[in-house]
């Protein structure tokens, strides 16, 4: 009798550990949300937050540039990659620290080199984020460390949402889905990131945790045209549910490309498309898709309709002399 009900407890907690707390699998193309789990649920996120840290210090900073840490390195602990005072470092290679081995030191000198003060740095990834739109966030600091501020606050469709936007920066995507690095002072890192080594698929992703958060894992893989984000929240066995939700989205799950980023003219109007556009839709829902576009209130508009589903985008536009034409027949 004892053994069956240690059974069925040790059953219930594997289910617990799979299901966690909250996730949320977004569509990269357009943010489409394809599963979650409370994912408007805030709480700690832990490391994963270095991901705005380095998507600040990617847009604000030069990946080359190089100076030498200084007396405030002293207030870093955790994860580190054991800077020391004094040692002359670069933003290329602090950068590979942070993403591969989630140094909270790396995240400190970052900090200090792009906002000057921790602070400035912090308000620096707070505007961010409303740029982005994460509504469920608020960052006390660059590490994702929670003992002492009560850490960086977010949700599982937030982090998403960053991640998505990262995901958009050829040097985070590199940096992110690198495997091994070594720094300028030869140290040779490996990510902690073990879907990279594991999931054919995987591109990029960041490992957290914290006794506050748990674990907290960030993922992003690509199988043909379809790339998808994975963002879990205090789930146990993370690794093997990212793996089993981003193939079963490869599985089921298309993006149609819609219209190319580039300039266009159409009835003597040039219209500028400053990104690619696609729509994530189910095997079953490619039947139902429509797209439609015209000139209104000198705007372009373009409509997608997928059922009951909707999606309209408006461009500016300017006339020019040039033959009519369009984009969609």
Known sequence: MKKLLCFFLCLIINLETVHGQSYCVMSDADNTVIEEKDMHKVQSVASISKVMTAILALEKGDLNATWKTGKELKQAYGSMIYLKEGQQVSLRSLLYGLMLRSGNDAALEIALHIGKTQKKFVQMMNEKAKEIGMLDTHFANPSGLDEEDGGNLSSAYDMALLMSYAMKNPAFREISGTKYYTSEWNYRWRNKNKLLFEYPFAIAGKTGFTKKAGRTLISAAKHENVENVIVTLGMGDDFTFHEQKHTK????????????????????????IPEDIAVTITQKEQAKLMVSSHFED????????NGNNQQVYNFPYKKVRDKKGGLFS
């Open 249 to 272: 989205v490869f599985d089921e799950i298309k993006v149609i490309p819609i219209l190319a980023k580039g300039k266009y003219v159409i009835d003597h109007k040039q219209i500028c």
């Open 298 to 305: 000198k705007e372009f508009i373009i409509e997608i309709r």
